[in-house]
């Protein structure tokens, strides 16, 4: 991976982005599309839409979604411990015990979260799975009114943002999804070559996915795109405790996933296969039965309808603080959509036809 790619990508993965609190996130993305976009804007959801050849009738939308899941403050009680709500789907139990910081007007604050030690848990509760009302965020204060000098209710919490390089070119982090997938889109766009664009391309970093689906909705209907492709993560199977007949087999290192199913054009995943053949691109193919629960569902069912697509990364621990994908596949989905894109024109079509 280039040393301006990967120093974009850390960067990103280590600003937070809570669903709907993107903006600092969305800042560092905007001011990496000016690079090289003819054009970067801002809408009022705050999805940042950068284009290249904007004037270009036939239009393509590439979109990854900038937010995180991650918790945001609802109550305090009088010693000064917080409760909170999700704002995206979190298994509590991946959230006992891990720092989080809380983001404040006036700052950054830094705390725990703590549940009742074990010890001192009832037979049945150490039965129990935990809910939310169970934790608690600790910032080490001792009474309601010394938090509410700096914490007011709504504030958004991640927890710690950091990013870990493993063996294989692979790495943990807790934003994976799907900061690689809104990394993926904008490389995708800097990528391509300009000698080669015959199309208007938009690369989309939408907001809101995690709890609605809420950015791509209004950016697809904005952008009104001839084909729409979404990238973002999927279960890897190649972990203790999944079940392949189950979700099929999807391996972190060995390509994106290209997926197939009623929400995917078969003109573009024929189109996409191709590219990476002629290209020696590594992918992997998953099927999806139902519509997923990404941007290409809403992308999809946009205006008129649009040819849309779907590649993923491969992603292990989905919503978790340790979320693993590799760097590998994130660059070969870069390399894809840009080729895939360098060989459409107004002459292109995806409407379905009998073979």
């Not at 993965?13 to 970067?40: C, H, I, K, M, N």
């Not at 690689?180 to 000698?195: F, K, N, P, Q, S």
């Amino acid at each position: 991976m280039e040393a301006k790619a990967r120093e974009f990508l850390n960067k990103v993965l280590t600003t937070p982005s809570p669903s709907g609190y993107e903006q600092p996130v969305q800042q560092v993305v905007r001011e990496y599309a000016a690079q090289f976009a003819d054009s970067v804007e801002t809408d009022v959801l705050g999805n940042v839409i950068a284009g290249r050849n904007i004037d270009a009738p036939f239009r393509v939308m590439l979109a990854g979604h900038c937010d995180q899941i991650g918790l945001a403050v609802q109550y305090i009680d009088a010693d000064g411990f917080i409760y909170v709500i999700n704002l995206g789907g979190w298994d509590i139990q991946n959230l006992i015990g891990q720092h989080v910081t809380i983001w404040t007007k006036k700052g950054p604050v830094p705390g725990v979260i703590g549940r009742k030690p074990i010890h001192l848990l009832k037979d049945d509760e150490r039965k129990q799975v935990a809910k939310l009302t169970d934790i608690w965020v600790d910032l080490g204060e001792n009474s309601k009114e010394a938090v509410e000098e700096y914490v007011r209710i709504g504030d958004p919490i991640t927890v710690q943002m950091t990013v870990a390089d493993l063996k294989n070119n692979f790495i943990a982090t807790s934003a994976a999804d799907d900061k690689t997938g809104m990394w993926v889109v904008m490389e995708a766009l800097r990528r391509i070559d300009a000698a080669k664009l015959k199309c208007a391309v938009f690369a989309v970093s939408t907001v809101q996915e995690e709890v609605g689906l809420r950015g791509a909705t209004t950016s697809a209907f904005h952008v009104d795109p001839h084909v729409g492709i979404a990238v973002d993560v999927t279960f890897a199977s190649d972990c203790p405790t999944i079940d392949k007949k189950a979700t099929g087999e999807v391996s972190v290192g060995k390509g994106p996933v290209v997926e197939r199913g009623p929400n995917m054009n078969p003109g573009v995943v024929d189109r996409l296969t191709q590219v990476a053949d002629a290209a020696s691109i590594p992918y992997q193919l998953s099927a999806s039965g139902l519509p997923p629960g990404t941007d290409a569902r809403i992308i999809q069912m946009t205006r008129g309808g649009v040819a849309s697509g779907l590649v993923s990364i491969p992603n292990r621990y989905m919503h978790s603080p340790v979320e693993i994908v590799s760097l590998d596949d994130m660059d070969a989905a870069a390399d894809l959509l840009a080729r895939f894109i360098e060989g459409l024109d107004e002459n292109t079509s995806f409407i379905p036809k009998c073979s």
